[in-house]
Each structure stands twice: as structure tokens, then as C-alpha cells.
């Protein structure tokens, strides 16, 4: 029995005892009550009942003191009658209110439903008196719910007939008890998946020397099952134990031997097993004695580390320092190895040679005194920088020579010893002589330094060279416009106005190799950047084709573009980049494909994610050999051939393609064969774009100005201003012309003086003394020339003079030669328009002034122009001349219209074509127009 449960059993037995002889009271009362005769008894003997009563009182009292002191509750159940009496310690046990009438159900519906057919069993087998119980089952409080475990023990009272009349119970609180015994459950299990899992082997040894339990890490460490291991002495022979030398180890040198007989901890010992594969299994052990709880020896526990690997490899680093020592000396690299003070403790035969000096001059003496003066500090530094977590270093020095001269080393440092604290105790070194090498770097150097200049010298001049040629085109570009809208008014012969158009191209050509040169400066720079904005993409391949067209034309090629109806209509992208690509392709397409030969250019949408553009030729081809250069810059493809005399070009329209392609996040690819033409393919990232706007060649005669208007007009090339005259006089536009920033803040501040502002300031960024630039910014300075609409104009294209513009409140930037099409929708925005954005009535309506003789001519001649497929674009040409000549000699607006169906034509504008042909057919009386004839097919051909 537990002794918690003796004073339990006590009480227990005293409740049986006083019951016991409330019973037999009872009994003896029954049978005096039965032997007297009610009528002669006048009283009663109570004596004996008294006592009993008082003999139950003092024996209550001691019981109720005893539930009180050791906390068990009493309870009784009358198994005749049913009733149930429970102490005070059942209420406070159970949680329960003390007003409740407790019955044996009652205090049974309170058992955890996981332990009540136990405790049911339990009761049943002690009322049928079969024997007294003791059992532990848990119970749910009655007032928090709260699980708690109780220890039960019970009794059954006899009558005096043998037969049960009570069952006596005591219950304790047993909760506190459980739980230690769960804790103490949990902690064996963790000691014992401990023992299982660790990697250490752990053997405990009795006092007769005999293993009575390993882990499975022993039994893996020794290579041996449990029960091979079990039972067996530390020192078994079969064992083989052996030390470090080989030699047996004998019982006294055994790590459990010296800890019994020591009687204290014995550690680190290093021995050898050999398994039974004859393996040898090294081991570093240690063992500490066991004592009982009577402080008696109980034997050994012994703990041991599978040192094998370690071992093997410290054999093998004992074979390879002895490999080392007589590679290092075979080197011709520097090694050594020194303190942190530089004295050194090894030097190989090279460093020795490399120093003129022997061993023994060298060890034991510093190497610091051989390096400069001013590379000292520095090594020391990189020296110092050492350290566990960065144990290597490299660093160059500079030595002096025993006959002066200055030699280059490069060394490999790393710590090799380590103090208990980490500090690095010595050092080891590899050096080199570099000499050779850095006398090359600064060669190198040299020449970097004057590539750059170089470089910059050459920007320099692109800048100046783009300045000067864009000056005088722009005089060019801009004058042919001009003269073009007078020649078609003044009705001059059809070879005149051919003629100026030639020179308007030529200089838009001109106007492109430069574009091209500072494209491909900016590209080597890495000053390109990307412009990404809503694209037409059909439109753009339309309009590359018709300018391309006339080219294509006159060299008598087949000329097609096919668009795939899958290909998206507006994406985003850098649209000059784009268009500068596939230009450049189909000028190299058109120069070096011969005549009577195809071109096509191919647009579609290769998947969800990818634009696909392809120009395809049957021109010359390129080699094999020569394609993974073509891409490089100044590559022409004459060179290629012995007797070609073609020279044209910049050599740059390739590079310049390859390179925008990368910017654009694209790839460009070649296939050729030689005489059989070539494929470029172009593959862009694909983004769909929903934005959607009109694109329109915008023509002189297009737009009607207020003639109240103020322009100031700030260039100070006389060239360039009479140009800029022309064109405003050809649209009825009033301008003050002024050659420095100076003059023109004097025309501004004049017209402020008077109480009237000016209308739009265009001026040139580069003038001298004051620029444009320093001009908007003092412009912006008075509050009532603030808003002021300024549009300058340049021939620097960069990117920081344009942001320099913007920046100081300069609206728009255009770069010369002046664009008329960027130009006039600019004027557009901040000038007032008689008719906005409105072409202005192209001719009268009124008769054409031709004879009728030539009047019907004119209109069968003008039907077959209606015929033309618009791609037509010679066919187109020849029959606009034939009508000019009818129309010479004669009063006719037709001269004008004809002239506009033209430039129409060449712009690749057919809206505006269709459109003047109408006017054309208008001004005849005619009704022989028929739109359909004019061709709109997306898959377009030329010869």
C-alpha cells in the first residue's frame, strides 16, 4: 500500500467500525422494544444507548478533523434505502453547491464519460461485497467543468445478518499526482528518444564490467547488433581494442577501467575497434562513475565520437605536408610563410632566388624593409584585415631591387594558425612578379585615356558637324517647300517643279545620313534613350513603303508589303526607333538588290507576345562567312564583291538596326545566301496599345491664318531667316524677324510696353551671347510675358538640350531642317486659324478656263490618272505631267491641283489624293470619278 493511502485505510476502517456498531445498537434496541410489554414499562434504560451516542459523536469529530487535515472527502451510500451521505471535502472536491441534496446518481453523472463504465464495474463489483476496491478515475468539477483525477477506495458494512447494508468511500485528490507522473512519462520518453537519436554512443557498464545497455549510435559506431554488444565486457577480446600506434590496449588504459577504479571522470581517450568487417573504428572516449541513492558505486556510463574521418584525414594531411614540403620547394611561384610582425618562419627556393639571398639570410628577419616606403602602410592594412570570416587577402607591392630598380609583386595572403581566441598566429604567402603586366596596364591606360579623348573630340565634332550641315539644309529643305507652293501657283513647267522636289529629297536623304551618324554616336555613348509612345502600325508600314516606293520604282523592282490581318493596329513602341530600323532595311534591300528583282516587307504578329517584321530581298546575298559581321559598324556590302563600285552609304544603316532592335528589348536575324538575296528579321516586344489618332501630311496651302497674328522669329543665320519669311508669307503670317537673344527681348519688352503681347516666340537655341534657352528663362521672369508660347529649334538633337528647353518653360523643340508637318499643326495650337485645322478651298468653283478642245482631253486624261492603282506611283508621275501640259499656256486653278495630286502623291497621302482628283473632276463639270478604281488592298505591289 502507498503510504498517501494509510491514512485513508484508517479512516476508512473507523467509519466501518462505528457503523458496525450503529448497527448493532439498532439490533439490541429491535429485540429489547420486542421483549417488554408496552403496558408495564414505564421507562427505559437508556444508559447503554447513551454511551454509544457519545462514543459515535467523539469518533465523528476525530473523522471529520482527519477529512479536513488530509483533504479526502467520506461519503455513504445506504444500499437499502438508497440514501447517500457525503462529507463536507465530497462538496468542495467535486465543485459542487453545498444546498444541493447529493445522491449516488448524482455524484456517478459527474465521472468523465471516457472512465464511466470503468467506474460502473468498479461499483457494481463492491456492492455485491465481492471484495474492498482501490482505483484512480477522473471526474468533471460541477462548477468550472474543470478534468480532475481522484484516487477511490471503498468498504461494505454488513448487517448483522451477513447481508450488505452500507458501502463506506473515500476520495482524494489525486490531480497533482497524475500530472507529475505525465511529466515524468514525457521527460523518460524524451530521455529515451535522446539516448536513441543522438549521435554520440553512450554504454553503461555494471560493476562487473559488463555492458548492459548501448544506444543505436554505439551499436552503429561499433558496428556490432544490441545483442552482440549486450552482456559483453568493455574490453572483450574479440574486440580487438588497439591505440593510436597499434599496439593492444591493455585493462588498465580501457576508459571504464580507469573511471571505476579511479572513481572519477576519464576523458578523451583515443582508441581503435576493429569491427567485424576487420575495419577499424576510431573513437575518442570519456566515461564517469554511477552512484545509487545510497551514494554506493553502480557502475559506468562511457560516451564516445566516431572519429574515423578525422582520423584518416589527419593521416592523409601528415602525407600531404610531406608532399607539400617538396612541392613547395619545386615552385617557381614565392611562397612563405611569416609572423604578424613580417618576420618570416619559411621561404621556398624560388623566393630565395627571386631576393638573392639564402634561408638563412631570410628566415627569422622581416620582409617589410623590402618593400617601398609608401606601400608599406597599405600591405600592413590588408594584412590586418585578415580574420576568420575573411582569412584571404590580395594585394600588390612594389620592391626595390638590390641595384635600385622598382619591380611589381602581387600577393595571396591567407592566415594558416589559429590562436584559442581566432587571432591569427602565422601566416602564408604566395607572390608573383607582375611587373611586365602592370607596365601594360599602364600602357593601357594611356591609350584608354586618349580613346576617350578621342571619343569626346569626336562627339564634339558630330555635334559641330550636325550643326553645321542641319543649318544650311534647313535653308534647303525649307526653301524647296516654299519654292514647290509657288511654282504650283504660278503654274511653271511639270520638269521645274520635278526638279525642286528632287532637291527636297535630296536633302531629307542628307538630312538621314546625319540622323543615322548621330544615332549610332548616341548609340556608342549610351545616351539612346527610348520614347515609347501609341503606334499605327499599319499606317507606319504603309507610309515606310510609299516613301520607300519611288526609290524601288526607278530601279525597276519589284516592290511589295504584305500586313497580316491578325497584326494589331496600334501598338506601343518608340516609333522613330521603329521606323529608323525598317528604313534602314529596305535602303540596304533596295541598293544591293539588282533590277527586275523583288522586295517584300512583311509585317505580322508572330505570337501574344511578339511582333515580327521581315524585309526580304533576291538581292546579292552575303556570305557564310561575312554574316556575323554585316551588324558591325562601317561594314558596306561592296566590299564584299571585287568588282563593285557602289560606295553610297555610311556603312552604319546595319549597326544602326542592330543596335535600336536591343533597345527595344527586340533581336534581328539574318539568312542569305550568296546571289540569291536575303531575309533581315526583326522580332519586337508585342504591347497592345487602345489609343488611336489620325496621321496627316500637312501641306502649306493647308491652313488660313488671322492676319492679326504676331510672331517673333529669333535666327540669327540670314540664310535660315529669309527661309522661315518665305514659309510665314506663304501662309499670310505677319513675323519680326531679330538675329540675338538680346534684339528679340528688346521686340518683346517693346510690345509689352504698348499694352499688346506677341502671339508665339520661334527661336533658335544657339545664338550667340544670350541663347535661346537664357532667352525663354528672362522671358518667363515677367509675369505678363509668362504665358507666351515659346517653340525653339535646333540642330542639337541631344537629349540634355532638349530637357535644358523644357525645363525653363520652352513649349515644344523642334530639330532643324524644320519639318513642315511638325511645324504648321504647332501653329495650329497657338495661333488663331480662319478655319481650324481645315483645309482651305483648294481651287474656285469656277470654270477651268481651258478650251473646250483640250477640256474633253483633259477629262479622259484625268480618268485614266482615276485608273492608276495608287502604288502606281511612276505610271502615277507621268500621267500628272502629261495633264500639266495641256493645262500650259492657259489660266487654269487645274495647275494647282495637279501639283497637289502630286505631292500627294509622293507623300504617300491617298486620302489627299482621292481628295484633289474630286476637286480636279469638280472644277470639269465632270462626274467621271470613280472612287473604287483607286486601289486600298493591304497586300500592295510596285514595279
Not at 392 to 401: D, K, M, Y
Not at 544 to 561: P, S, W
Not at 573 to 594: E, F, G
Request: proline share 3%.
Amino acid at each position: 500500500m502507498k503510504d498517501e493511502d494509510k491514512p485513508k485505510q484508517h479512516l476508512i476502517s473507523e467509519l466501518k467500525a462505528l457503523r458496525q456498531q450503529l448497527v448493532d445498537m439498532e439490533d439490541k434496541q429491535e429485540k429489547l422494544l420486542n421483549s417488554l410489554e408496552l403496558s408495564s414499562i414505564a421507562a427505559k434504560d437508556i444508559t447503554e444507548h447513551k454511551q454509544v451516542e457519545e462514543a459515535l459523536q467523539q469518533t465523528t469529530r476525530r473523522l471529520l478533523k482527519a477529512q479536513s487535515i488530509g483533504k479526502t472527502g467520506f461519503l455513504e451510500w445506504n444500499l437499502e434505502t438508497g440514501e447517500t451521505y457525503c462529507s463536507d471535502e465530497i462538496y468542495n472536491l467535486y465543485g459542487i453547491d453545498p444546498q444541493i441534496e447529493l445522491n449516488a446518481d448524482f455524484i456517478i453523472s459527474l465521472v468523465h464519460p471516457d472512465d464511466f463504465e470503468y467506474v460502473r464495474m468498479n461499483l457494481d463489483a463492491a456492492t455485491e461485497g465481492n471484495k474492498d476496491l482501490n482505483f484512480d478515475h477522473r471526474m468533471i468539477r460541477h462548477d468550472n467543468g474543470e478534468v480532475i483525477w481522484v484516487h477511490a477506495q471503498t468498504e461494505l458494512v454488513r448487517d448483522a445478518n451477513g447481508n450488505p447494508k452500507y458501502l463506506l468511500g473515500a476520495v482524494v485528490d489525486i490531480t497533482e499526482r497524475k500530472q507529475a507522473e505525465e511529466e515524468l512519462k514525457k521527460s523518460q520518453e524524451t530521455l529515451q528518444s535522446l539516448f536513441n537519436t543522438i549521435s554520440e554512443g553512450i554504454v553503461w557498464i555494471n560493476t562487473e564490467g559488463n555492458i548492459i545497455q548501448a544506444n543505436p549510435a554505439a551499436q552503429r559506431i561499433l558496428g556490432l547488433q544490441y545483442s552482440e554488444v549486450n552482456k559483453k565486457a568493455d574490453i572483450h577480446p574479440e574486440w580487438k581494442i588497439i591505440r593510436e600506434d597499434g599496439t593492444p590496449v591493455s585493462l588498465e588504459e580501457m576508459v571504464g577501467s580507469r573511471a571505476m577504479t579511479e572513481n572519477k571522470l576519464a576523458q578523451n581517450i583515443i582508441m581503435g575497434i576493429q569491427k567485424n568487417n576487420d575495419t577499424i573504428a576510431w573513437i575518442n572516449a570519456s566515461a564517469a562513475p554511477l552512484w545509487d541513492e545510497k551514494d554506493c558505486f553502480a557502475g559506468v556510463v562511457g560516451t564516445f565520437i566516431d572519429i574515423t574521418e578525422k582520423k584518416e584525414m589527419e593521416d592523409q594531411i601528415k602525407q600531404m605536408s610531406t608532399q607539400y614540403q617538396a612541392i613547395v620547394e619545386d615552385q617557381t611561384e614565392l611562397i612563405c610563410r611569416f609572423l604578424p610582425d613580417s618576420t618570416l618562419t619559411f621561404v621556398n627556393e624560388a623566393y630565395c632566388q627571386y631576393f638573392k639571398r639564402t634561408k638563412e639570410e631570410l628566415i627569422g628577419f622581416p620582409f617589410m624593409p623590402f618593400i617601398l616606403e609608401d606601400d608599406q602602410w597599405q600591405v600592413q592594412q590588408e594584412i590586418s584585415s585578415l580574420s576568420m570570416e575573411n582569412p584571404v587577402v590580395t594585394h600588390e607591392r612594389r620592391i626595390s631591387a638590390a641595384d635600385g630598380r622598382i619591380f611589381w609583386q602581387q600577393w595571396t595572403t591567407n592566415g594558416t594558425i589559429f590562436d584559442k581566441k581566432g587571432n591569427f598566429v602565422e601566416y602564408q604567402s604566395v607572390g608573383r612578379d607582375i611587373t611586365k603586366r602592370k607596365e601594360m596596364e599602364q600602357e593601357l591606360l594611356l591609350m584608354k585615356e586618349q580613346a576617350e579623348a578621342a571619343n569626346t573630340t569626336k562627339s564634339q565634332f558630330l555635334a559641330n558637324m550636325s550643326h553645321e550641315i542641319r543649318t544650311p539644309l534647313n535653308a534647303i529643305i525649307g526653301f524647296s517647300e516654299v519654292l514647290l507652293t509657288q511654282a504650283q501657283r504660278s503654274s511653271m513647267p511639270a520638269g521645274f517643279t520635278e526638279k525642286l522636289e528632287h532637291i527636297r529629297i535630296s536633302g531629307q536623304a542628307l538630312s538621314e545620313i546625319v540622323n543615322n551618324i548621330l544615332d549610332f554616336s548616341k548609340i556608342e555613348s549610351g545616351k539612346s534613350e527610348i520614347v515609347i509612345e501609341p503606334i499605327d502600325v499599319k499606317q507606319l508600314i504603309r507610309n515606310i513603303y510609299y516613301v520607300n516606293k519611288v526609290q524601288a520604282v526607278e530601279k525597276d523592282h519589284h516592290f511589295f508589303y504584305q500586313i497580316d490581318p491578325d497584326l494589331p493596329q496600334w501598338i506601343r513602341s518608340d516609333r522613330q526607333k521603329l521606323s529608323r530600323i525598317l528604313m534602314n532595311l529596305i535602303n540596304n534591300a533596295i541598293k544591293y538588290t539588282p533590277e527586275n528583282k523583288t522586295i517584300h516587307i512583311k509585317a505580322s504578329k508572330e505570337n501574344d507576345t511578339t511582333l515580327l517584321f521581315q524585309v526580304i530581298d533576291q538581292g546579292i546575298g552575303i556570305p557564310l562567312e561575312r554574316q556575323e559581321h554585316i551588324f558591325e559598324p562601317f561594314q558596306r556590302l561592296h566590299h564584299l564583291f571585287e568588282n563593285s563600285t557602289d560606295n553610297s552609304g555610311t556603312g552604319l544603316g546595319l549597326a544602326i538596326a542592330k543596335e535600336m532592335t536591343e533597345l527595344l528589348g527586340g533581336t534581328i536575324e539574318i539568312e542569305s545566301t550568296l546571289m540569291a538575296g536575303s531575309t533581315f528579321s526583326v522580332r519586337i516586344p508585342l504591347e497592345v496599345s487602345f489609343y488611336q489618332k489620325s496621321d496627316f501630311s500637312h501641306s502649306l496651302t493647308d491652313y488660313q491664318f488671322d492676319e492679326d497674328n504676331k510672331i517673333l522669329v529669333v535666327e540669327d543665320d540670314l540664310v535660315n531667316q529669309e527661309m522661315i519669311k518665305a514659309i510665314f508669307d506663304e501662309l499670310n503670317i505677319k513675323i519680326y524677324l531679330a538675329r540675338t537673344g538680346e534684339e528679340g527681348l528688346g521686340i518683346i519688352m517693346k510690345w509689352k510696353k504698348q499694352g499688346s503681347l506677341l502671339d508665339l516666340v520661334l527661336v533658335d537655341i544657339n545664338l550667340p551671347g544670350i541663347n535661346g534657352i537664357e532667352m525663354a528663362r528672362r522671358i518667363r521672369q515677367h509675369p505678363q510675358c509668362a504665358e507666351i508660347p515659346i517653340i525653339g529649334f535646333s540642330a542639337d538633337i541631344s537629349e540634355e538640350r532638349q530637357g535644358s528647353a523644357k525645363s525653363v518653360g520652352i513649349q515644344e523643340y523642334l530639330i532643324k531642317p524644320l519639318d513642315i508637318n511638325k511645324l504648321l499643326p504647332l501653329l495650329t495650337r497657338y495661333l488663331r486659324t480662319s478655319n481650324p485645322l481645315q483645309p482651305k478651298p483648294l481651287v474656285p468653283q469656277s470654270n477651268s478656263s481651258l478650251p473646250e478642245s483640250l477640256k474633253e482631253q483633259f477629262i479622259e486624261g484625268l480618268q485614266e490618272l482615276a485608273s492608276i492603282p495608287f502604288y502606281e506611283l511612276e505610271k502615277i508621275i507621268k500621267q500628272i505631267n502629261m495633264l500639266r501640259m495641256l493645262c500650259e499656256g492657259h489660266n487654269t486653278p487645274c495647275v494647282k491641283i495637279l501639283s497637289d495630286i502630286k505631292r500627294a502623291a509622293y507623300n504617300s497621302s491617298q486620302q489627299q489624293y482621292q481628295q484633289q482628283i474630286e476637286e480636279c473632276s469638280k472644277l470639269l463639270d465632270s462626274t467621271i470619278f470613280n472612287r473604287g478604281e483607286i486601289s486600298k488592298s493591304e497586300n500592295i505591289g510596285s514595279r
